[in-house]
């Protein structure tokens, strides 16, 4: 029972962190690879609000989300609405996020330096309880309904909102929904700025559940969240849900049982297999992008 909770502790981060991936995606068609340095840099930003001015955790994760969200705008502005036109817009915007994510790498290596940093002491409510036999710290619980209070409140945005109705119209046809007077350029910034704000609460909750942020955590948590949203299904957002959650439980079991340089091995084979078994992912459809 302990390991599974470990599993489903770390799974919410993996399935917070690819919720935000797999929402460009799925709306836009477009692969955001400046995302994980947005969950870097978010992590940085959070512990340097914490050692500058003594703030607790809940009013860090307040800031990182809204520091986040112009993030998003800013990466949407410079990497990807300038491209839209040209005709392998989707390359280029590859291309170009690939670019972003290094000057957003660089520009905390300026300010923070190249060594690991930590949040100090009393950041975060400390204690343990007892559940089911095993023990959770505070910090592990929090993880836990931050992300299922940011999951549910994107799906009732998604599917009862304005902005989620247009977010759906142009997922389903980009010109229709401006033929029909849908501002496409407002619903791609909104979709990138929501995105990076979810990515930037993930990287918070994962310096704090393994009390380090490093330059490169990004780009060690990229290719769990590629592989979680094409599990999951391309464009879903349960289904990033459910793929992070079963990545971050195959993970802990594996250290567990086998050992942990075979960590991701045991987790990426386990993915492999239900592709195999299911090709358009748990909740993907053939030909259909789900929002």
């Known amino acids: 029972m302990?390991?599974?909770?470990?599993?489903?502790?770390i799974g919410s981060i993996y399935a917070l962190f690819a919720i935000g991936f797999t929402l460009v995606f799925g709306i836009l068609d477009r692969l955001n690879l400046a995302h994980p340095a947005?969950?870097?840099?978010?992590?940085?930003?959070?512990?340097?609000?914490?050692?500058?001015?003594?703030?607790?955790?809940?009013?860090?994760?307040?800031?990182?989300?809204?520091?986040?969200?112009?993030l998003g705008?800013?990466?949407?502005?410079?990497?990807?609405?300038?491209?839209?036109?040209?005709?392998?817009?989707h390359f280029a915007g590859l291309?170009?996020?690939?670019?972003?994510?290094?000057?957003?790498?660089?520009?905390?290596?300026?300010?923070?330096?190249p060594q690991t940093r930590r949040f100090p002491e009393g950041t975060a409510p400390e204690g343990k309880v007892e559940l089911f036999g095993a023990s959770a710290t505070y910090v592990q619980?929090?993880?836990v309904v931050i992300c299922i209070g940011l999951v549910i409140a994107l799906n009732v945005l998604v599917k009862r909102s304005s902005l989620g109705r247009s977010m759906r119209a142009v997922a389903e046809n980009p010109?229709?929904?401006?033929?029909?007077?849908?501002?496409?350029?407002?619903?791609?910034?909104?979709?990138?700025?929501?995105?990076?704000?979810?990515?930037?609460?993930?990287?918070v909750?994962?310096?704090?559940?393994?009390?380090s942020a490093q330059l490169g955590?990004?780009?060690?948590?990229?290719?769990?969240?590629?592989?979680?949203?094409?599990?999951?299904?391309?464009?879903?957002?349960p289904g990033a849900l459910v793929g992070g959650l079963v990545l971050g439980i195959a993970e802990v079991f594996a250290i567990q049982y086998i050992g942990s340089s075979w960590r991701d091995f045991i987790a990426f084979a386990l993915l492999f297999v239900i592709l195999l078994l299911m090709p358009q992912g748990i909740f993907g459809k053939r030909k259909v992008r789900e929002v």
């Open 2 to 9: 302990q390991q599974l909770l470990n599993g489903l502790f």
């Open 95 to 113: 291309i170009a996020s690939i670019a972003m994510a290094g000057m957003i790498v660089a520009v905390l290596q300026a300010f923070f330096g």
């Open 73 to 89: 705008l800013v990466i949407e502005r410079v990497a990807f609405r300038p491209l839209k036109n040209r005709p392998d817009a």
């Open 175 to 203: 010109t229709a929904a401006r033929v029909l007077g849908i501002n496409v350029d407002r619903v791609t910034a909104m979709t990138f700025s929501i995105s990076s704000a979810l990515g930037a609460v993930a990287g």
């Open 141 to 143: 619980l929090a993880i």
């Open 38 to 70: 947005v969950f870097a840099a978010s992590a940085f930003v959070g512990i340097g609000l914490a050692e500058a001015f003594e703030l607790s955790i809940w009013v860090i994760l307040v800031l990182v989300f809204v520091s986040g969200a112009l």
């Open 217 to 237: 955590m990004g780009t060690a948590i990229e290719l769990k969240g590629l592989a979680v949203i094409i599990v999951g299904g391309m464009g879903s957002l």
């Open 205 to 211: 909750l994962f310096a704090l559940n393994v009390n």
